[in-house]
């Protein structure tokens, strides 16, 4: 983009203007079409400073956008929407309402913005598919879904009652996952708080006396040698491995399928990730189709909500199925992720043409198993807990009695 300055004359008097323009003909006709005055001159100059902090500001409102939104302020911003069109009352309005009354400054920007490029003639879902980072695939694929149908404020309140179902199960896991990363974050602290105040009193007093050490507490000692030496290193050498797995992970490509999939075979985390990705796909399938929603669309969105890409690529299988003509219970089998047991109620509604009622069987039924795992999370836990303190106190026990027997004998 090109900055234009043109001189012009209004009533005898020299006035200037800055256009903005991609070439010279076209700020010329823009300078016509303003009807400003006689045209003087026209000269292209460097990007005006006001232009510079301006496209500066618009940047960093666009990248402050990068990042998933949060989903409690907005559910509650597709509710108030989902309210007004169900009113009646005009899309752009319901927006600009959305954006007064939210404290979110990122729903505000981004209501803002599908607003503004919906009074510009664009479509709701095509506004909606720009923020599909910030606002998930499910958002865009209900609001396509709802003009598609005609019925937006259906689609819309519907994607809000999703998206609470999922952000409950979200709760429940944090929860349970509160107590034990309590306990490992005070062990990792006493741990810290030995080595670096307890065990160095020991090694003075042994040099003192010209002694050496007992075996665990020098290991103990070398610990806190290399993290005192090396610590920033290895420090930068985490955040690197981080930052990267974060980066290539994000790219959605070979690398995360291949976690995707080997994360299945971890202990517990595998099995929550599943119960999770496949529940939630079960929960967004039988709510569509309970909607009236034919088959093949609500298999295409409910794939889209799956975080998980080899889980993905697996229920994929079952749309591909039915669009080769093939019964829903073929693509479970096909899909090779689902229960002999899933597998034959599905086959049973489908013979007895209540699919329905049985989906919603089979959503109940992987809603009860993943509330049961994340209920007694510590439960499973409870071995590695016990496994870890045990390691844990041996070490400090060894680390510390010994020592204290130790001196005994050397004062002596």
């Known amino acids: 983009m090109k900055y ?33 005055g006689v045209l003087v001159a026209i000269n292209e100059i460097n990007e005006p400073i006001i232009y510079r902090i301006k496209n500066f500001k618009e940047s960093l409102a666009r990248n402050s956008l990068k990042k998933e939104i949060k989903l409690e302020p ?12 169900d009113a009646g009352i005009a899309v752009n309005q319901c927006f600009m309402e959305v954006v007064n009354t939210t404290d979110n400054r990122q729903i505000r920007e981004i209501f803002r913005q599908i607003s503004l490029k919906v009074e510009s003639g664009s479509s709701m879902s095509d506004a909606f598919e720009d923020f599909s980072y910030e606002l998930g695939n499910l958002s865009v694929s209900m609001i396509s879904l709802g003009e598609q149908t005609g019925e937006l404020s259906n689609a819309v309140i519907k994607l ?135 088959i093949i669309n609500a298999l295409a969105i409910a794939v889209n909500i799956v975080e998980n890409d080899y889980l993905k690529e697996r229920f994929m299988l079952i749309e591909g199925a039915i669009e080769e003509g ?43 198993k993943y509330n049961d795992i994340v209920d007694n999370i510590s439960t499973y836990i409870e071995p590695i807990m016990i496994a870890l303190l045990a390691i844990f106190l041996t070490i400090m026990a060894l680390g510390i009695f010994l020592p204290m027997w130790s001196m005994a004998e050397v004062i002596t």
């Open 4 to 36: 234009f300055e043109i001189n012009y004359l209004i009533s005898g008097k020299k006035n200037r203007i800055i256009i903005q323009s991609a070439h010279k003909m076209d700020a010329l006709s823009q300078f016509e079409n303003r009807a400003l």
């Open 74 to 85: 907005y559910i509650a911003s597709l509710r108030q929407l989902g309210v007004m069109l």
């Open 160 to 294: 809000s009652n999703i998206l609470d179902e999922i952000h409950q199960n979200r709760k429940k896991l944090k929860k349970a996952l509160r107590y034990p990363g309590i306990v490992i974050t005070v062990m990792i602290i006493a741990f810290i708080a030995v080595i670096k105040m307890v065990v160095p009193q020991f090694k003075e007093m042994f040099e003192e006396y010209d002694s050496e050490l007992p075996l665990p507490t020098q290991m103990l000692l070398g610990i806190e040698s290399f993290v005192r030496e090396s610590g920033f290193s290895l420090l930068m050498g985490i955040i690197a491995i981080i930052v990267t797995h974060i980066i290539l992970y994000r790219q959605k490509g070979k690398y995360k399928y291949l976690i995707d999939k080997y994360i299945l075979k971890v202990y517990l985390i595998g099995k929550i990730t599943r119960l999770s990705m496949t529940g939630r796909f079960m929960f967004v399938f039988n709510s569509l189709t309970n909607s009236g929603v034919p």
């Open 326 to 368: 093939k019964t829903l219970t073929s693509g479970f089998e096909e899909s090779n992720q689902f229960e002999n047991m899933t597998i034959q109620m599905v086959k049973a509604g489908e013979s007895s043409g209540s699919l329905n009622k049985m989906l919603e069987k089979v959503d109940d039924y992987f809603s009860e």
